[in-house]
């Protein structure tokens, strides 16, 4: 089957956003009156609970028993998501994050080609729109048929909801798309809704577990700026077209 969608993931993956989700994460903390700093080896380790809301859940449940029993404890995680997200929105629109190499190219030929375009994302709705106008421009949410966000099903990454959704969204199966992913979790979730995954690694996901993967990179690469190959075949090409990614497609859903 030809390929007809490209579903993004966004942290990681459109841009390494993760250092500015932890500086905000550890900026509201100490707003809030909290002494938390997540470093970056223990925010490594958080990371595997996707979705800033559980991640400081799961940080409770670890460091702060005794204050998650505690009464009103939801509303004090909102409110500090809450914080964190206007912090990260503020990083964003000092211009602190910008999209990761291949990324604006092969959004542009997608979009030159007539594929549809998604994004599948365990992020907040309003952080993607943020990241997406920041970096792409303020046109640019419409140029995706579909953007799911974590808040919009009951499992985040690596449950196959989020991509399930967006394939119900778009309307297409899943041997007509193709995900770019970051993670080990993400890779889980778009192979369990049956959809062929690539994956360019990020700085916290090197070295996870990346079987299954169509190919996995260091980034798309540009003309130029080369790719770095861990797994895969680009078949001697120093970025991911868009002809490259059809090869890809094609290999990875024809039956054996
Ligand atoms: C990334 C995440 C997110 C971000 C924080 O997932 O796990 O939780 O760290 O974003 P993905 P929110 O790469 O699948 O987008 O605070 O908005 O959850
Ligand atoms: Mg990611």
New binding site residues.
């Given amino acids: 089957m030809s390929i007809a969608a490209l579903l993004f ?5 459109l841009a390494e ?2 250092e500015a ?1 932890r500086e905000a994460f550890n900026a509201a903390f100490h707003e809030h009156g909290y002494p938390w700093v997540w470093d970056r080896a223990l925010y490594a380790d958080l ?1 595997r ?7 400081i859940r799961h940080y409770l449940s670890r460091f702060q028993a005794e204050l998650l029993k505690t009464a009103g404890i939801e509303n004090t995680i909102r409110s500090l ?1 809450e914080a ?2 206007r912090g ?1 929105w503020s990083a964003i629109s000092r211009g602190a994050i910008d999209l990761r190499p291949g990324i604006r190219r092969l959004i542009a030929d997608a979009r030159q080609a007539g594929l549809r375009l998604a994004i599948a ?4 709705l309003p ?1 993607v729109r943020e990241l997406l106008v920041g970096t792409l421009g303020p046109d640019s949410p419409g140029w995706f048929d579909t953007i799911v966000g ?1 808040d919009m099903v009951a499992a ?2 690596p449950a196959p909801d ?1 991509y399930s959704l967006a394939l119900e969204k778009l309307g297409l199966a899943p041997n007509a798309c193709m995900a770019f ?3 080990a ?2 890779l889980r979730s778009a192979l369990a809704a049956r959809i062929p995954a690539l994956i360019t690694v990020s700085a916290y996901t090197m070295g996870q577990d990346f079987a299954g993967a169509v190919a996995v990179l260091s980034d798309l690469g540009e003309p130029g700026a080369p790719l770095r190959v861990f797994r895969g075949d680009p078949s001697g090409e120093d970025f991911v077209s868009l002809n490259l990614l059809r090869r890809w497609h094609e290999a990875a859903t024809s039956p054996a």
């Fill in positions: 993931d966004v942290d990681g993956t956003t993760e989700h990371l609970v996707t979705g800033g809301k559980e991640r998501h964190k997200n990260y994302t365990t992020t907040s952080s974590g985040k990454k989020i992913e970051d993670s979790n993400g």
